[in-house]
């Protein structure tokens, strides 16, 4: 398992949902628009959220956001534009599919910090380094209950639209 | 006196599910400590020693109860009150 990282007695016991089969498929723009966004924030962390329609695990339509906390290693969503953009998802029958953030310094793992505000159960935590000026990492993980399970990435065309 | 209260995915296994509840209370700070009464052990994933707990965001209606005086913000009859936990994190 590459990068895997679990811990004994996890919840859900045996094989559950920390080792389902987990890949994250998203399309070549829409993971161009999360590195573009990580670039243009550098040195702050940048984030945000990709919707798609409740229980499709289709990364569809891209919502960069603030960081309230303007900061090179710590990031925040203002509280007033999460609730804008939960409720439109919830109007939409969507849910946040990719909730992506930045590291600037680091490698793209999630931090300590990272797992233990992750709160939306359902969520492809992205995470992208931009400590290097040539190139990227662009790596996804589920985190549930404080174990975080690194999982694939496939960069396929969607047949919906390229989102955003 | 009825008070909706939309309750995020992850505080759904307090609820049997429930998206959204009912309370009762004068002030937020009562209505949390009524929903506790039906769904044992939500008061506590919502505040701590000092209060609404910093990485949880909690609504009445379309404000910040951070701007209205935290736990102590007046709830009404048709009041909603949303919580979402925040959206955190970094390499810091």
């Keep these: ?164 | 006196m009825a008070i909706e209260v939309r309750i995020p995915t992850i505080l759904r296994t307090y609820t049997s599910g429930a998206k959204a509840v009912e309370g009762a209370g004068g002030t937020l700070d009562e209505l949390i400590s009524d929903l506790n009464k039906q769904y044992d052990g939500l008061r506590e994933r919502l505040v701590d020693d000092s209060g609404l707990r910093r990485f949880v965001n909690v609504y009445l209606n379309d404000e910040d109860v951070r701007f209205l005086g935290g736990l102590a913000a007046e709830v009404h009859d048709g009041d909603t009150v949303t919580v979402l936990p925040a959206v955190a994190g970094g390499a810091g």
């Design chain 1, 1 to 164: 398992m590459k990068g895997a990282v679990k811990r004994a007695g996890e919840v859900g016991g045996g094989r559950g949902a920390g080792y389902a089969a987990c890949m994250l498929t998203i399309s070549p723009e829409l993971r161009a628009k999360i590195v573009a966004h990580a670039r243009a924030d550098h040195p702050d962390e940048a984030c945000g959220v990709i919707a798609g329609p409740a229980g499709s695990d289709r990364p569809e339509r891209f919502i960069p956001m603030l960081n309230a906390e303007r900061s090179p290693t710590f990031y925040r969503f203002d509280s007033m534009e999460q609730l804008r953009v939960w409720r439109e998802m919830d109007d939409r029958d969507e849910e946040p599919v990719v909730i992506y953030h930045s590291h600037t310094a680091t490698e793209a793992y999630p931090s300590r910090t990272d797992i233990s505000y992750a709160s939306e159960p359902g969520a492809h935590y992205v995470l992208v380094s931009t400590r290097e000026p040539d190139s990227e990492e662009f790596r996804s993980y589920r985190i549930l209950d404080g174990v975080v399970t690194e999982e694939d990435v496939t960069v396929w065309p969607t047949a919906v639209g390229a989102g955003g």
